[in-house]
C-alpha cells in the first residue's frame, strides 16, 4: 500500500492525470444541474445520492436518473448553453501547469461528453482526452446512452485507465477526484488523490492516502 508521501512523490513525477469532472475539475454535479433545469432535481438528487454512496451499481443509477430527466437533445443544447463550467478554484491553474510541464490531461467521468467537451475546450483539452457517457437520441427524443462507453458502469474509470496504460505506457498516472469511483479506479491507476473541495465523501476522506480539499495544495506540491 502507499503511503502518503509515496503518493506525492508519483505525483511531482506524474506522467498522465486523469481528473474526474463532476465535483472536482466543476464545483457542481452536471447530471442533478440538468435534473433541475429539466425540473425534476429532487428525484435526480435521491439517486446520485445513492450512487455515491455505492449502494446501487453506478449503471441503474444512471439509468434511472436518465429515465427521470427525459431530457430532449433540444432541452440538452439549451442546458449546455445556458449553463457554463463553474470550474473549481485552482483547477484551471493547475491544468495549465500540468500542460506546461507537458503532463498529458484526460478527464475521465460518469457524466456526458455533451456537457463536458465545452468544458474541454475552455481548459485546452483535446476531446480524444475526454471520456464520458453519450446521450443518445432519436427525433431529437432520450433514446437510452451509449452501453459500449467503458464509463457506463461500475468500474469503468479503472477499465479507462487500463486502456491508456497500455496504449501510451504510462508508467505514474495519477487519478484525481471525489468519489467512491475514483479511489476504485487506482489501481490500475498508480496513485489516487482524494478531492474534497466541493464534496466531501467519507468514504473517500477516510481511505485516501493524500486528501485534499484545496487544489493549490497540488501545484505548491508540483513546485517543491
Given at each position: 500500500?502507499?503511503?502518503?508521501?509515496?503518493?506525492?512523490?508519483?505525483?511531482?513525477?506524474?506522467?498522465?492525470?486523469?481528473?474526474?469532472?463532476?465535483?472536482?475539475?466543476?464545483?457542481?454535479?452536471?447530471?442533478?444541474?440538468?435534473?433541475?433545469?429539466?425540473?425534476?432535481?429532487?428525484?435526480?438528487?435521491?439517486?446520485?445520492?445513492?450512487?455515491?454512496?455505492?449502494?446501487?451499481?453506478?449503471?441503474?443509477?444512471?439509468?434511472?436518473?436518465?429515465?427521470?430527466?427525459?431530457?430532449?437533445?433540444?432541452?440538452?443544447?439549451?442546458?449546455?448553453?445556458?449553463?457554463?463550467?463553474?470550474?473549481?478554484?485552482?483547477?484551471?491553474?493547475?491544468?495549465?501547469?500540468?500542460?506546461?510541464?507537458?503532463?498529458?490531461?484526460?478527464?475521465?467521468?460518469?457524466?456526458?461528453?455533451?456537457?463536458?467537451?465545452?468544458?474541454?475546450?475552455?481548459?485546452?483539452?483535446?476531446?480524444?482526452r475526454v471520456f464520458a457517457n453519450?446521450?443518445?437520441?432519436?427525433?431529437?427524443?432520450?433514446?437510452?446512452?451509449?452501453?459500449?462507453?467503458?464509463?457506463?458502469?461500475?468500474?469503468?474509470?479503472?477499465?479507462?485507465?487500463?486502456?491508456?496504460?497500455?496504449?501510451?505506457?504510462?508508467?505514474?498516472?495519477?487519478?484525481?477526484?471525489?468519489?467512491?469511483?475514483?479511489?476504485?479506479?487506482?489501481?490500475?491507476?498508480?496513485?489516487?488523490?482524494?478531492?474534497?473541495?466541493?464534496q466531501i465523501r467519507q468514504k473517500v476522506q477516510l481511505?485516501?492516502?493524500?486528501?485534499?480539499?484545496?487544489?493549490?495544495?497540488?501545484?505548491?506540491?508540483?513546485?517543491?
Amino acid at each position: 500500500m502507499l503511503t502518503k508521501e509515496a503518493v506525492k512523490q508519483i505525483w511531482r513525477s506524474a506522467d498522465a492525470v486523469c481528473f474526474d469532472v463532476d465535483s472536482t475539475v466543476i464545483e457542481d454535479e452536471a447530471i442533478d444541474e440538468m435534473a433541475e433545469f429539466c425540473g425534476v432535481g429532487e428525484q435526480v438528487a435521491a439517486w446520485t445520492k445513492k450512487a455515491m454512496g455505492g449502494s446501487v451499481s453506478f449503471r441503474e443509477a444512471l439509468q434511472e436518473r436518465l429515465k427521470i430527466i427525459n431530457a430532449t437533445e433540444k432541452q440538452v443544447q439549451d442546458f449546455v448553453e445556458n449553463n457554463p463550467p463553474k470550474f473549481t478554484k485552482g483547477i484551471e491553474t493547475l491544468i495549465k501547469l500540468l500542460q506546461r510541464r507537458g503532463v498529458p490531461v484526460y478527464l475521465v467521468s460518469g457524466g456526458f461528453k455533451q456537457v463536458i467537451l465545452p468544458a474541454a475546450r475552455l481548459l485546452k483539452i483535446p476531446a480524444d482526452r475526454v471520456f464520458a457517457n453519450v446521450l443518445l437520441f432519436e427525433d431529437g427524443k432520450y433514446a437510452g446512452f451509449d452501453k459500449e462507453q467503458p464509463t457506463s458502469e461500475s468500474g469503468g474509470k479503472g477499465r479507462v485507465i487500463s486502456i491508456l496504460k497500455k496504449k501510451y505506457g504510462y508508467q505514474k498516472l495519477v487519478m484525481i477526484g471525489d468519489g467512491a469511483t475514483d479511489m476504485e479506479a487506482c489501481p490500475p491507476g498508480d496513485a489516487f488523490i482524494g478531492f474534497g473541495g466541493n464534496q466531501i465523501r467519507q468514504k473517500v476522506q477516510l481511505e485516501a492516502k493524500w486528501f485534499v480539499t484545496d487544489f493549490n495544495e497540488l501545484i505548491s506540491e508540483l513546485s517543491r
